[in-house]
């Protein structure tokens, strides 16, 4: 069972490059979300989608874009990156939003922007 | 609203016990347990529903007191296993949409 599968693991990028973080969960779990985590910050919602097609924004989603085509795929893309974006960041899944589904997490993806 | 964590971190040696509290400004409908070892992704504890019962598995058990809008995470006999950084998660409503982490305890056992 591969679960919840971000790639890519570890990105450089530069100020004002474009990129995307794919995350992928083979669960068929409706509920979809990013997190953004940094020292001494705890985990920090981005964007989150209850379903294909339904997307919302999070605690933190500015300088982030999300679309949910699939009830698989829930990508992330940094529109033009800068250095506040250096974080990791976790892809997160649960059947749905019913009380009681245990979220589950992927590997985690090490972002540095210079 | 971003849930409160106390103790920021502990330290402890293996056998002894530790208790970790969350608390938020408004009222809640669940509060999430996760612990997370270092570079690695957050696992589930357990999840403890308003109105529901004190949960626990092995020795790490949570209560949680909706008057007082706080859990607390007791771990019993700390082993070096226990050893992680615990975050508590909250939903405000019934079938919320959003789950908001604090900023977690780091928890160090030491033998």
């Known amino acids: 069972n591969a679960g919840v599968t971000q790639t890519p693991k570890f990105q450089v990028l530069k100020t004002g490059q474009s990129m995307t973080l794919q995350c992928a969960q083979d669960m068929n779990h409706e509920y979809m979300s990013w997190y953004r985590q940094d020292p001494g910050m705890g985990l920090r919602l981005i964007h989150y989608s209850v379903g294909a097609g339904i997307t919302d924004q999070g605690e933190v989603p500015n300088g982030y874009n999300v679309s949910r085509s699939t009830t698989e795929d829930f990508p992330l893309r940094l529109l033009s990156a800068a250095p506040s974006q250096t974080s990791v960041y976790f892809c997160?899944?649960?059947?749905?939003?019913?009380?009681?589904?245990?979220?589950?997490f992927g590997e985690g993806s090490w972002l540095t922007v210079v | 609203q971003q849930p409160v964590q106390s103790p920021q971190a502990v330290i402890l040696r293996e056998g002894e016990d530790a208790v970790i509290n969350c608390s938020s400004s408004k009222a809640l409908y669940s509060v999430h347990w996760y612990r997370q070892k270092h570079g690695e992704a957050p696992v589930f504890l357990m999840i403890?529903?308003?109105?529901?019962e004190q949960k626990g598995h092995d020795k790490i058990s949570a209560s949680f007191n909706e008057k007082k809008q706080q859990s607390s995470l007791y771990l019993t006999a700390s082993q070096l296993s226990y050893s992680g950084t615990y975050f508590c998660g909250t939903e405000m409503r019934k079938r919320d949409d959003k789950i908001i982490f604090g900023k977690g305890t780091r928890l160090h056992i030491l033998p």
């Open positions: 403890l529903l308003k109105g529901g």
């Open positions: 997160a899944s649960s059947r749905d939003r019913a009380l009681g589904n245990t979220i589950y």
